[in-house]
């Protein structure tokens, strides 16, 4: 603990000099707690979404945390402690356990991911069909972390011979969950990690995360969030047996707020690796992050601002620099947002994928307009 303080207090220092040079007009007033759970109540009736949980992060400390709705067909409430599917929330705290590795030099970021390995990576499945294309030697844990791999999204039935690459590792950004699984298997198979494990001992007790896991928890079986999906169908919380860092965290509203405050307070990391994760890695050059391999745009369209950070994605705006994720289900919607000038997030998870319509009003409602690209995210 002791090797990470001047670091973290470098790091807070620096949020505070961003606040001070900000102006008082480009710094809105954060909602009171009234006002965020009366928005969030709107949210619900106006999507019908059956539960959603929203919390608040102020100057790197959490202020707010509640939930609304239901988690199941039963009724039970929906609860700040009750375990929901993370989705692809789990791509920033696995990162932040890579960006640990990276201090404590045992990973390289743009080391070529083949030093890690035993023998060469189309040798171990499902990573078969990249045989004969040696373009894969070239992907690095930087690349991996920022979707510029070149590898899909997910596994496909047209990729049961092996995922291959579709563009020159970090040629442009295309996202994907692949990519991120891959590291993870880097960091296992060549590291001997189990990243399950190391997660629950360097991030979870660390900011106090005792519900969050990459498997299924046992013990959380009596309060877990059911799902619901566009149409309002139900469906089981998912009983992951087998970790996956793109996609298969379960976690809290309360455990993700301690989260999203220790990350803007750079706790854990040097902050040189906070700093990276907020660095822009390469643009982003598409109208929408999905369908992955889409035709970029010509210069002139792109948002200049938009970049690829390292597991999450940045912005600039109103209030300055910021940057956000999603996390997406066909019965679940997340987003976090986070401002790096007042160190301010606001964290939404819903067990009901309709709530993400109205995602973008309730940040605003809550912090004020950020300029986060919701377009791009949501494709509308």
Known sequence: MKSHLVPTVLAQALLLIGCVQMPDHAMPRLADAASIDAAAREAMAQTHARGLAVAVVDAGQVVHV??????????EPLRT????????????????????????????????????????LPSYPPWSGLAGDDRWRAITPRMLLSHRSGLPNLATPESEGGLRLQFDPGARYAYSGAGINLLQFVLERGLGLDVDAELRRRVFQRFDMPHTRLTWQEEAASNQADGYTASGDSRPHPRRRRAAAASSMGTTPEDFAHFAAGFMRGEGL????????????????????????QAELPAERRRADLAAGLGVVLFDGPQGP????????????????????TARCVVLLSNDVRAEKAFPGLVASIVGETGAPWRWEYGR
């Open 81 to 120: 402690d009750t375990v929901m599917v993370a989705a692809s929330l789990t791509k920033p705290v696995f990162a932040y356990l890579v960006m640990q590795l990276v201090d404590e030099g045992r990973m390289d970021l743009d080391a070529p991911i083949g030093r890690y390995l035993a023998q060469p």
């Open 270 to 293: 040097s902050s040189s690796s906070r700093a990276a994760m907020t660095t822009p890695q390469g643009p982003i050059t598409t109208a929408t992050q999905f369908p992955t391999f």
């Open 66 to 75: 509640r939930a609304f709705g239901r988690r199941n067909e039963a009724g």
């Open 322 to 341: 910021g940057f956000f994720k999603g996390g997406h289900e066909d019965h679940a919607g997340n987003t976090w947002l986070c401002l790096e000038r």
